[in-house]
């Protein structure tokens, strides 16, 4: 089935380093990719999607290219700060009728220190 | 606008209780879905709602889960005869429709514990 593996946190990095958290996909076919977001003590937000191939999602300087020959969708960001700080989470959802159920990845910790 | 809410935030209850968590969704949403969130499973789909249309029911765990949406707005996640794997993060998210075009909101969650 449709599944979503993310690298395994906790990742702890220093204010202003290049962060890179990777993610692929397996799908019978051409899913949306998504990367929400969870600040301690919040709920999930969307912090970007890409629905086909070759589509770039970016918001509040991260960015995630949608691979569709890698199956992956790497979330990326120049240089993080400390309110940065939350769990990662990868997800898909498949394309075409019927499809609405998120799968995720297990999540990243993110941890950034000044 | 108002997001999406979920009460209680956190219930302890004992083992072999029945429960009731409860969503709201963002007001116009017709799509609704529940997920859970625990330590060894991660995020996992329970059911989704589409207006009128009978609900998908594939992700629940058991035939203790149960949930219904009244009047094609607030819906009511219900598990009996609680049991410790149950305590997890139980989480609502609400959409504009089903497809992925439209984002999922999600809701803080209710924290549910089970002693």
């Known amino acids: 089935g449709d599944s979503v593996t993310q690298m395994e946190g906790p990742v702890t990095l220093s204010e202003e380093a290049f962060l890179t958290i990777n993610c692929t996909y397996t799908a019978t076919g051409y899913p949306s990719l998504f990367w929400y977001v969870q600040y301690p003590g919040e709920g999930l937000q969307l912090l970007l999607k890409?629905?086909?191939?070759?589509d770039k999602g970016s918001n509040k300087g991260f960015e995630a290219t949608y691979r569709k020959e890698t199956t992956s969708f790497h979330l990326e960001k120049g240089s993080v700060q400390v309110s940065d700080s939350a769990v990662y989470f990868c997800a898909q959802q498949p394309s075409g009728a019927g499809s609405y159920q998120l799968t995720f990845g297990k999540g990243t910790k993110l941890s950034v220190i000044p | 606008g108002a997001g999406v809410s979920q009460s209680p935030s956190n219930k302890v209850t004992e083992k072999g209780k029945d429960v009731e968590l409860r969503c709201d969704p963002i007001?116009?949403?017709?799509?609704l879905y529940w997920y859970r969130q625990s330590l060894g499973q991660g995020l996992e789909f329970l059911i989704y709602?589409?207006?009128?249309?009978?609900?998908?029911k594939s992700g629940l765990p058991s035939d203790r889960f149960s949930a219904e949406r009244t009047g094609g707005s607030v819906s009511t996640l219900t598990i009996q005869r609680t049991q410790q794997e149950d305590s997890a993060v139980y989480l609502c998210?609400?959409?504009?429709?089903?497809?992925?075009?439209?984002?999922?909101?999600f809701g803080p969650g209710t924290r549910l514990t089970v002693t």
């Open positions: 998210a609400s959409s504009q429709r089903r497809d992925s075009t439209y984002e999922q909101y």
């Open positions: 890409a629905t086909k191939a070759d």
């Open positions: 007001s116009g949403h017709t799509a």
């Open positions: 709602f589409q207006g009128n249309s009978a609900p998908d």
